[in-house]
């Protein structure tokens, strides 16, 4: 198994967001993650269909869309025709999980089921042979830039158990915090994919940023030989 990198756009200069997805690219992005906040789910706003559209212009790389919304089921459609590639809903707030895994995956999207640092693993059980990713928020959502929470280390190699006990290879994707100083031990944790806003966009060189924390997480990745 090996490990890709999801620079989140949030902290991005969105004037130039054409010019950044690029730097990122540049530097080993292997996806591109684009958060999308209701200001509902979670106490912030920030972009929608018309933003992914645009960045799918500009890419060739999947778009990994992350639904922080309180009626993630009202936007499957309209994130889909935008170009998702991934759609990643929120555990909480979906009282009918596996109805919206299965609309995701007939708009021809891949699944995934958020989960935030207070939700149990107990929210995913009974859809862990059915998703095609496990997002494991490492902070509270709802902003870029903060401290990455320690405790997802553990809870990510919980969902890893969880996944292997259903026989799934989903991968498990580690969001917020994710910095040179953590990845190695998230990607050595069981996470395969990796979201890095602020230690990519919130430098000088996103360029150079990326293909640093890549090089690190392939190297944890290798270590642990997955
Ligand atoms: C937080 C978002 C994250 C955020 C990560 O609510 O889901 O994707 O952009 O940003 P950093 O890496 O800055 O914590
Ligand atoms: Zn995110």
């Known amino acids: 198994m090996t490990v890709r990198l999801a620079p989140s756009i949030l902290s991005a200069d969105f004037a130039s967001l054409g010019a950044q997805v690029a ?9 591109i993650h684009v958060d999308v906040m209701d200001g509902h789910f979670v106490p912030n706003l920030t972009m929608g269909p018309a933003v992914v559209a645009a960045v799918r212009r500009v890419t060739t790389l999947p778009l990994d869309v992350h639904l922080m919304v309180t009626d993630p089921d009202r936007f499957l459609d309209a ?24 609309a995701i995956k007939q708009l021809g999207c891949l699944a995934g089921v958020a989960l935030n640092p207070s939700t149990p693993l107990s929210a ?9 990713l496990v997002l494991v ?4 959502p709802g902003f870029g830039g903060q401290s990455f929470l320690r405790n997802s280390e553990s809870k990510i190699a919980r969902v890893r158990q969880l996944l ?3 026989r799934s290879v989903a991968d498990i994707e580690v969001d917020g915090g994710i910095d ?3 990845v190695g031990l998230v990607v050595a944790a069981g996470a395969t994919m990796i979201v ?8 000088k060189d996103p360029e150079s940023a990326a293909r640093t924390l890549k090089g690190l997480a392939l190297e944890a990745a290798g270590a642990g030989r997955r």
Do not use: K, Y
């Open 23 to 31: 730097a990122a690219e540049r530097g080993g992005a292997d996806l």
């Open 196 to 203: 890095a806003g602020a230690s990519i966009f919130g430098t």
């Open 164 to 166: 292997t006990g259903a």
């Open 180 to 182: 040179p100083g953590n």
């Open 124 to 132: 995913i059980e009974e859809v862990a042979g059915e998703v095609d």
């Open 137 to 140: 928020m490492s902070v509270n």
């Open 79 to 102: 994130f889909a025709e935008a170009g998702a590639g991934i759609l990643t809903v929120h555990a909480e707030v979906l009282p009918h999980l596996s109805r919206t895994i299965q």
